[in-house]
């Protein structure tokens, strides 16, 4: 991909659509090909998305940011498109990132989380929107990704495929007995850095939303965990119980089952994330995703201490040693089986 190239098809999708000499800067990058940047024009900031295909592809989150208008949460306005280049100019949500915001005051933690909770639950109460099934498939594949990537890192590349095979063979009876839904949006990425925080409105649009390209119908428990076990940042147990809490007591659902869910989704979805850092390190020269590994085996650890993920903590025990639970030195010459 040719950044200059990238750079002057940007100058020329804002000409087209009436602002040309835009001032832009960089914003931010992502564990993907996405880029923002900023731009300004006589005075008005918006952001710019450049998805170059065919590495990304615009479509699906023009779909879901409609999706989440209509539900009645705030998502960023889409002021113009170009989905055969992968441009989309945006409305610029501000820089009230709850990460950001969080790292400066965290007193006003639980405040946050519980409008993203609020939030949530908005979103929940539209049942079987249109978007692609969160099925076992799909879990099993993601799944996969610690197989390929990170287990190889201990047992080589000749062993591991064995490895991936019991993996996948122990998830997905726990997948199936445990009755995941596909019920609802899941955004699948709805933690603090994907979350911002606006003074200026009321209700559930004060919490902004961002990156949600890849939902899936899926089930209510996979949101709420993926914002309480949050890979970037510790949360504190006060926040995690009065969220979890008032998310289980506004549903009306089983505890126990809810319960479940939450520790099977919340294991698997942690087990993909090892995964996926491992792969952004070995396969893409990103060893900072490396120093967020103890965080996210806390989570998983903590999960699979469900009694229904008992074989998944079982097959810790025989394949992987302690001093793997955390953050590794990787052997980036050693790449992985996908």
Not at 41 to 62: K, R, S
């Amino acid at each position: 991909m040719n950044r200059p190239d990238r750079s002057r098809q940007m100058d020329v999708f804002l000409a087209e659509h009436g602002y040309a000499g835009a001032a832009r800067r960089m914003l931010a990058g992502d564990a993907s090909f996405r880029r923002y940047e900023r731009v300004e024009y006589e005075g008005e900031p918006m952001v710019l998305m450049d998805a170059p295909p065919p590495w990304e592809n615009v479509t699906p989150f023009i779909s879901v940011t409609k999706q989440l208008h209509h539900m009645g949460v705030t998502v960023p306005e889409i002021l113009a498109a170009d989905e055969n280049e992968g441009f989309l100019l945006l409305e610029d949500l501000g820089d009230g990132v709850y990460t950001k915001l969080l790292t400066r005051d965290p007193r006003h933690e639980k405040e946050y989380y519980i409008a993203a909770i609020e939030a949530l639950i908005e979103i929940q109460k539209h049942k079987h929107p249109e978007l692609p099934v969160y099925d076992e498939k799909v879990y099993l594949r993601e799944l996969g990704l610690f197989a390929e990537w990170f287990l190889p890192q201990i047992h080589g590349l000749e062993r591991a495929p064995n490895l991936r095979e019991e993996w996948l063979s122990l998830w997905l009876p726990i997948l199936v007995s445990s009755k995941i839904e596909q019920s609802v949006l899941v955004h699948r990425d709805y933690h603090a850095d994907n979350l911002l925080w606006l003074n200026d409105r009321m209700g559930v649009r004060r919490v902004g939303m961002l990156d949600y390209q890849d939902a899936l119908l899926g089930d209510p428990a996979y949101d709420l965990v993926s914002l309480l076990e949050d890979a970037r940042r510790d949360v504190s147990k006060d926040t995690v119980d009065a969220c979890y809490g008032r998310f289980v007591n506004s549903s009306g659902i089983d505890a126990a089952s809810f319960a479940t869910r939450y520790a099977v989704l919340g294991a698997q979805r942690n087990a993909k994330i090892i995964g996926i850092f491992t792969r952004l390190c070995v396969r893409d020269g990103k060893p900072q995703y490396l120093d967020y590994l103890p965080r996210v085996w806390a989570h998983f650890l903590h999960d699979i201490s469900h009694p229904a993920l008992t074989p998944i903590k079982q097959f810790m025990e025989a394949h992987v040693p302690g001093e793997w639970r955390g953050k590794y030195e990787a052997n980036t010459t050693l790449g992985g089986l996908a």
